[in-house]
């Protein structure tokens, strides 16, 4: 399966120009799209509700939309309140239905300077040909390691309490005449998991070595319940491969911000990673994840 993580500026490309259209362009034909940075009603983006307008760009997708932080963005028109939210957040986009997903808003400190916003973190439950699996669209924090620290300790003990906590519900019904499951079985929340979005980090950072642990003895080994960087095991990117461009400090800087983790029982299945690099649609560049997710899980790995 073809999977995508793009963070778009809001719709703001790198030649400054704002077209949401052509972000949507650069993602459509994926099987599962990440964006970040996707928001409703800022006077720099036109007011527009830009959930929905990709919803109508991407008519073949699912979607749910994540806000990080929400605000009023409420009018009066003709005597009558018009209510509006102005949002800014993450969302994911699936050919397969989205069985269920739920917000991680994450751990935020107050600054003196520069600007700091809420980050979040959308969970979408989707059942792929292979089994059930987590797919994250997120967003850490841009100032400091020690806050994406504090952002990604939340969402690795979520992670690892996920099957034992359960999905929206558990057990079994006792008033069915008020039918809370909708007819529906209990809904899966497995272990296998796939995180993709803008860290805010690069490779051999305190944050990354956070996720995929100190290099083990084996240099190949996944624990189960942990994590490896897609591009790692799919041993393909140079030295050169980046999904960001800056000037920091009168220099050309290049950066891999933008990355897809994948739960241990899924490193085998990674077939390549690779970044558009000559995409302006945003500041970022899209990082494309090649997976096997067809093959069936084997029992016992996490999948169910």
């Not at 520069?114 to 987590?134: K, S, Y």
């Not at 070595?209 to 140079?238: K, M, N, Q, W």
Request: one cysteine or more; charged letters at 25%.
């Amino acid at each position: 399966m073809k999977l995508v993580s793009y963070n778009i500026q809001y719709g703001f490309g790198s030649d400054g120009r704002y077209d949401l259209a052509r972000a949507a362009r650069v993602v459509a034909g994926a099987d599962i799209i990440a964006l970040q940075e996707v928001e409703r009603h800022w006077l720099r983006s036109s007011d527009d509700d830009q959930p929905e307008l990709l919803s109508r760009l991407l008519p073949e997708y699912y979607w749910v939309y994540g806000p990080a932080f929400d605000m009023d963005a409420s009018e009066r028109r003709d005597g009558r309140i018009v209510n509006r939210r102005r949002q800014f957040g993450t969302m994911v986009l699936s050919k397969l239905p989205i069985a269920w997903s739920r917000l991680h808003t994450l751990p935020l400190r107050r600054t003196v300077r520069p600007l700091n916003t809420r980050n979040a973190a959308l969970e979408c439950m989707i059942r792929t040909p292979a089994g059930p699996v987590r797919v994250l669209s997120l967003h850490l924090a841009h100032i400091a390691a020690e806050e994406r620290l504090e952002q990604i300790d939340y969402l690795l003990a979520e992670h690892r309490r996920a099957p034992s906590d359960g999905g929206p519900w558990s057990g079994a019904d006792d008033e069915p005449v008020r039918n809370w499951s909708n007819g529906q079985p209990e809904p899966e929340n497995p272990l296998a998991a796939i995180w993709m979005g803008d860290f805010n980090m690069e490779p051999g950072s305190v944050e990354y070595r956070r996720i995929i642990g100190s290099t083990p003895y084996h240099r190949g080994a996944a624990y189960l319940d942990g994590f490896v960087d897609a591009a790692a095991v799919a041993g393909e990117p140079t030295a050169d491969f980046h999904t960001h461009v800056k000037t920091i400090d009168g220099r050309l800087t290049k950066r891999r911000l933008d990355h897809c983790f994948v739960g241990g029982m899924l490193a085998g299945r990674v077939r390549s990673v690779s970044a558009d690099l000559g995409e302006v649609a945003s500041d970022h560049f899209p990082l494309r994840v090649d997976i096997d997710l067809e093959t069936p899980f084997a029992t016992g790995t996490g999948g169910g």
